[in-house]
């Protein structure tokens, strides 16, 4: 669906930044898909399905970093050529990678290292991304007017943050995009938004978008080029508190855990599929690799917190009216013992009722056919007792005297 836009690019202050360099561990692993990973991209760049990167949990900046593009080179003794250099985009993170650490895909660190994934050193920056077109404003699936989260892509630069309407965002913690959260008190008209974009250089652009349930809008311009590298802009360093004196002992504070964001719709767990060719290094995973342009719906995950899984925040569910369902286990599918006793024994009553009508009217049957066979003895019996005359029906016999 194609909106009307209206955009306006304002330049603040754009200067020519130099790179800064990080140097650090690199290992392979294998991805997946490119909206697996845990900034959850809804469309990555064209090459991304080859030419990815899980950025180390020091320099993951709360997912800020995600969608930007590195330069890669091999710093390694053994290797032989550390002039190669291979552009990848950050689409995942390395919980237990350190500061300058990067976990390629596997065909990027033969490219650099020619040789099979292992550890190597590696160097690497922050560079443009070799994109073409527009910035792509991508709408979360089960966004609505009270809870909008946007997911800006196909960008040059990195982005250091994002206003809806003119009102400031916040970063969903588990997946790659900037949150307005009504609160169920304002809303937004989700057919024509303002949304304000401002890279790490300081450059900001507006653009005026339609957007859809679970896709991308291609808005009207594009950070400028040649100005890609850089640190995401550091957030102010917090007011030291006072210096006090503290007690000998020190109580423990209580860990307290924040209430995970309810979700408008059933996500599948998160999958822990991805394989790390390095041994020691965990990456969140995904389902079968698929190269090339990844985009569309993405599937959400549930906070854990748990470093390595995917985990996407949801609206809640008081929004969008979708009604969790509770699905039982395997183990609860089972029949309750009381259930299959009064089965069996329904079953057993009930063939024992049969056995009884059988055998009744096997009886009956024979009962019948011995009176049949009974019966003519009986006439016989009759007819020959009513031929014998009594003494007294005797007739009277003539009586022949002799003459004497």
């Not at 909206?35 to 990167?53: E, F, H, I, T, V």
């Not at 311009?221 to 850089?230: H, I, K, L, V």
């Not at 509770?326 to 069996?344: H, K, L, Y």
Request: with cysteine.
């Amino acid at each position: 669906m194609r909106a009307s836009h209206v955009a306006t690019v304002v330049l603040a202050g754009l200067a020519s930044v130099t790179a800064d360099y990080f140097e650090g561990d690199g290992t392979a692993y294998t991805l997946g898909q490119t909206s697996a990973g845990n900034c959850n991209m809804m469309a990555a760049n064209g090459d991304a399905g080859q030419n990815y990167a899980a950025l180390n949990n020091e320099q993951w900046e709360d997912t800020k970093n995600c969608g930007r593009c590195a330069e890669v080179s091999c710093a390694d003794a053994r290797c032989g050529d550390k002039s190669t250099t291979q552009i990848v985009q950050i689409l995942d993170r390395c919980p237990e990678c350190k500061h300058g650490d990067l976990d390629l895909s596997p065909s990027v660190f033969g490219k650099i290292t020619g040789s099979n994934p292992s550890r190597y050193k590696i160097r690497w920056r922050f560079v443009d991304c070799p994109i073409q077109g527009n910035i792509k404003y991508c709408l979360k699936g089960g966004s609505n007017n009270f809870w909008t989260a946007i997911q800006p892509t196909n960008v040059v630069s990195g982005v250091s943050s994002l206003k809806i309407n003119g009102k400031q965002t916040k970063m969903l913690s588990s997946a790659y995009y900037y949150l307005l959260d009504g609160n169920s008190e304002s809303q937004v008209d989700l057919s024509s938004l303002k949304v304000t974009i401002t890279s790490v250089n300081g450059e900001t652009i507006e653009d005026t978008v339609s957007l859809k349930d679970s896709s991308c809008t291609e808005g009207t311009s594009q950070f400028a080029r040649g100005a890609g590298g850089g640190p995401v802009l550091a957030a102010p360093a917090p007011t030291p508190a006072p210096n006090t004196p503290s007690p000998t002992t020190a109580t423990p504070a209580p860990t307290t855990t924040a209430p995970p964001t309810s979700t408008p719709a059933s996500t599948p767990e998160s999958p822990e599929n991805a394989t790390s060719i390095d041994q020691g290094q965990t990456n969140p995973s995904t389902p079968a690799p698929a190269p090339g342009l990844e985009s569309g719906v993405v599937t959400d995950t549930t906070e854990s917190g748990q470093v390595t899984d995917q985990r996407n925040a949801d609206p809640p569910a008081t929004n969008t009216g979708i009604r969790e369902v509770n699905t039982r286990t395997d183990g609860s599918a089972a029949a309750s013992p009381t259930i299959v006793a009064v089965a069996v024994l329904g079953a057993a009553a009930l063939v024992a009722l049969v056995v009884v009508v059988v055998i009744a009217k096997k009886k009956k049957k024979l009962n019948e056919k011995k009176s049949i066979e009974e019966e003519p003895d009986q006439i016989i019996s009759r007819r020959a007792f009513d031929s014998i005359c009594s003494p007294a029906e005797e007739p009277p016999q003539r009586m022949d005297f002799a003459v004497l």
